[in-house]
């Protein structure tokens, strides 16, 4: 757990979703934020269930000591290529877990996103976003791009029509020189393409101003550009952070509420 923050109402970026409650959010990594893959875990309080649909289709570990904890835990896993398994997490999201010795460097490998057409996702990626592409398998209907090699990669999957993104609306987001932003914002106006949020200013209390800004590509994946100067001071590793889960957790009593009033939690 690198930080945990609670928010008392929707964010105005809809961080959490279209959903306007309380929530929470949980960054998780194998290192800082500043050179790491990470991964945002959102709490909406009182949601119990989301819908998933084809758009997101895993992450993929390299790393046997997670294979080796599955196995000792009991956890399900189901091997889907030689020395490559499947693990399910909570609420249905697939981790593919390469049985071979931890990176020195971020053992997140990649992450896969499922695609309507394939050449114009990846013209999207690479032509607009700047993105390199380091495979493109016409055969297999993949492509794998990144900005830097030492860097967790992005995977597009052909899904065989269109693209559902369910109810969980995750996004993909990336750090880059506030400079940047506007003219990421001018460039997606000129091309037509759709901008969820224009430039903006996000307020988290006690902590930095972050700019961001963000985009759709063309099977609606939302990616957000956030100001890297503001983002740094925000995301350092908050050594108090495993504290302030297990408190948190400690004080959502919604479960038992939700129990004793016989009623379930709402499915989004």
């Known amino acids: 757990v690198l930080r945990h923050e609670e928010f008392e109402e929707g964010c105005k970026a809809t961080c959490n979703g279209p959903y306007d409650g309380k929530w929470s959010k949980t960054m998780v990594g194998y290192g800082p934020e500043d050179n790491h893959f990470v991964a945002e875990l959102t709490y909406n309080y009182g949601i119990g269930e989301y819908r998933l649909g084809n758009d997101f289709l895993g992450i993929t570990l390299v790393s046997s000591q997670a294979v080796s904890n599955a196995k000792k835990m009991g956890w399900p896993l189901k091997e889907v290529t030689t020395g490559i398994f499947e693990a399910e997490a909570p609420g249905g999201y697939k981790f593919y877990l390469e049985d071979k010795e931890q990176l020195k460097q971020d053992p997140v490998l990649k992450v896969t996103l499922g695609v309507s057409d394939l050449q114009k996702s990846v013209n999207y990626w690479s032509d607009l976003l700047g993105m390199k592409i380091y495979e493109k398998d016409e ?110 957790m400690v004080a959502d009593n919604s479960d038992k509420w939700f129990a004793a009033q016989k009623m379930k939690k709402a499915s989004a």
């Open 139 to 248: 055969k297999k209907q993949r492509a794998l791009l990144g900005y830097a090699d030492n860097q967790c990669k992005l995977e597009l999957k052909t899904v065989g029509g269109a693209v559902d993104h369910g109810t969980a609306f995750g996004r993909i987001a990336f750090s880059c020189a506030k400079e940047e932003l506007p003219n990421i914002e001018a460039l997606m106006k000129k091309e037509n393409q759709k901008i969820i949020t224009p430039l903006v200013s996000l307020d988290t209390p006690g902590k930095a101003t972050v700019q961001v800004i963000i985009l759709a590509d063309p099977d609606g994946h939302e990616i957000c550009f956030v100001g890297d100067e503001a983002f740094r001071d925000l995301s350092k590793v908050d050594p108090n952070g495993d504290k302030l889960l297990d408190d948190a």
